[in-house]
Structure formats: structure tokens, C-alpha cells
């Protein structure tokens, strides 16, 4: 892990990460699509979360391309991973734990193995890639497009979002990734139960948020991109901001309207600019 004991200083860890690989760090790219190019069925609610159980020799394939492809950070298959999800696949408890912990022990195999197959000119001069633990959203357990929307219903709470994460972010932090990457956030409210969790709990490991948005105002909730982003800010163990599965059009104003409000890192990493429809299971241009 690259980030150790002594006072929490998250954004200024990644800066110097960012800054010994050459000033810009490349994240790697979408996981599922990959997948089922290489003849996996992702057609379940568990989506690449379901190769942990049937076929992590993929994910670690995948894992392994973007590594060769110059990736400085490889994202976990874990982005619809639950205890949940994995329970009502007839899982145990234990195994749907163990199966969170493999998403990451998948990647820092990848990350070993393409380290010891010799000499790697592309990273000459570059730090070791760094493994993200992905924790998607609760509209990602619900696979019913809701991280798009970020409603929820008028009954879910605080403490329901709470309960739900908590323990799936414990067992993912103890696998020791070296960042924990908080995706396709689409509201203020699960963005500061993350910010309440991380701090909780203790988590030392540095993380992001990253916030989806269909205007490039708002969150995907309408909550306002700058209150989202205040959220993270404030919380001292969150080391970068950003976007994620958003269209690139809206990019450059949604970085605009982050920076008003943190100095610390930015991630992006958007789609490629369609919209998802839920009743479908497909994305589309619009």
C-alpha cells in the first residue's frame, strides 16, 4: 500500500503519485466490455461482478491488458458487487465476502504478474500501477439504471445507505487495495454517507468520488455538481474528485464547476456519450 501511517494527507498522496508519472495518471478503461469481448455472458444483475464467482482468470486478463496498455490505475471488478447481490445467487455470506475480496486480490495478482514478466519500457520511469477497490453506487446493487437517476424512493434514509455499505466497504478496505474508488455517485446523500462511513470507520486508504451527471450542472439526482463535490472536499480521507459514465460534452464545464469548490485531483473517466435506458438494459444516442 502507498499510503501510510502519521497525519491523513489523501489528496496530497495521489498529487505525488500523479506527479512521478509524469504529471497526468491514466485510469483504465470499462471492465464489462471488455469481458464479453473475451466470451463472457455479463446478461445477470451481478454484471462483471459475476466473474469473480465464474471466471476471474478473465478478469485478470482484462486487468492485465490495460496494464499493458499504460494504465497507472486498474479499477476492480467489484463496481456490482454486494453481499447482497452475491446472497441472492445463493451465496453464503462468507463466500459473497471472499468474493469481494478477490476483486481485489485479482488485480494485485495482474499487477505482480505484469511486473515480473520482465522488462517494461512503457512504465520506465513510472511508479507501480495502483489498484482502485470500485464501490458502485445503490442503484448499481439495484440494476435498475437508478445510478443514473439517484431516486432512491422517498423511504430510503441515511442509515439504510449506511447499512448497506458499511460492511462491503470494510471487507473491500481489508483486501488492501491502494485506493477505494466511490463510482457513479449520482447524489449529495450517498456522497456523504461514504464521507460519514470512511471516517467511522477509520479507512485509511486514500479514495475518489466520482459523480455522474445527464446536464453538466447537476448530479444525475439534480442535486447541484458543486454541493456534490463540497462533500467530498470536506472529508480529509477523499484524495481526488470527479466524473465518471458521463457524456464527454459536459466534461470540461463539470471540472469547471469542481474546482470552484476543492484544490485537490481530478478524475474523469466518461462514457462514450450515450444514455442508459433501463427498461432496455441498453445505452443509446440521444
Known amino acids: 500500500m502507498w499510503f501510510g501511517g502519521g497525519p491523513i494527507d489523501a489528496a496530497g498522496a495521489l498529487r505525488g503519485f500523479v506527479r512521478e508519472a509524469g504529471g497526468c495518471a491514466v485510469v483504465d478503461g470499462g471492465l464489462g466490455t471488455e469481458l464479453e469481448?473475451?466470451?463472457?455472458?455479463?446478461h445477470d444483475a451481478l454484471w462483471s461482478a459475476k466473474c469473480l464467482a465464474s471466471a476471474p482468470h478473465l478478469i485478470r486478463k482484462v486487468h492485465l491488458d490495460?496494464?499493458?496498455?499504460?494504465?497507472?490505475?486498474?479499477i476492480s471488478a467489484s463496481y456490482q458487487a454486494t453481499i447482497e447481490g452475491f446472497q441472492s445467487r445463493g451465496f453464503s455470506r462468507d463466500e459473497s465476502?471472499?468474493?469481494?475480496?478477490?476483486?481485489v486480490h485479482v488485480a494485485q495478482e495482474a499487477r505482480r504478474v505484469f511486473a515480473a514478466e520482465g522488462?517494461?519500457?512503457?512504465?520506465?520511469?513510472?511508479?507501480?500501477?495502483?489498484?482502485?477497490?470500485?464501490?458502485g453506487s445503490y442503484g448499481a446493487y439495484r440494476a435498475d439504471?437508478?445510478?443514473?437517476?439517484?431516486?432512491?424512493?422517498?423511504?430510503?434514509?441515511k442509515e439504510d445507505l449506511k447499512n448497506f455499505h458499511r460492511r462491503r466497504l470494510?471487507?473491500?478496505?481489508?483486501?488492501?487495495?491502494?485506493l477505494?474508488?466511490?463510482?457513479?455517485?449520482?447524489?449529495?446523500?450517498e456522497a456523504q454517507v461514504y464521507a460519514e462511513l470512511l471516517e467511522e470507520n477509520g479507512i485509511r486508504i486514500p479514495a475518489w468520488f466520482s459523480f455522474t451527471s445527464k446536464d453538466g450542472v447537476n448530479a444525475a439526482s439534480g442535486d447541484p455538481i458543486n454541493e456534490c463535490a463540497a462533500v467530498a472536499d470536506s472529508c480529509p480521507r477523499v484524495a481526488a474528485v470527479g466524473v465518471n459514465c458521463t457524456a464527454p460534452r459536459f466534461i470540461h464545464g463539470l471540472i469547471l464547476s469542481i474546482k470552484k469548490v476543492t484544490s485537490k485531483p481530478i478524475v474523469v473517466y466518461p462514457n462514450s456519450g450515450e444514455s442508459y435506458v433501463a427498461e432496455t438494459n441498453e445505452w443509446v444516442v440521444r
Open 37 to 42: 469481448a473475451h466470451g463472457a455472458d455479463l
Open 66 to 74: 490495460y496494464l499493458e496498455a499504460g494504465a497507472d490505475v486498474i
Open 145 to 157: 439504471g437508478s445510478e443514473y437517476s439517484g431516486d432512491y424512493g422517498k423511504s430510503m434514509t
Open 170 to 178: 470494510q471487507v473491500l478496505a481489508g483486501a488492501g487495495p491502494d
Open 180 to 189: 477505494i474508488a466511490f463510482e457513479t455517485i449520482p447524489n449529495k446523500l
Open 97 to 103: 465476502e471472499e468474493l469481494l475480496r478477490r476483486s
Open 119 to 135: 522488462d517494461r519500457s512503457s512504465r520506465r520511469g513510472r511508479p507501480p500501477a495502483l489498484v482502485a477497490a470500485s464501490v
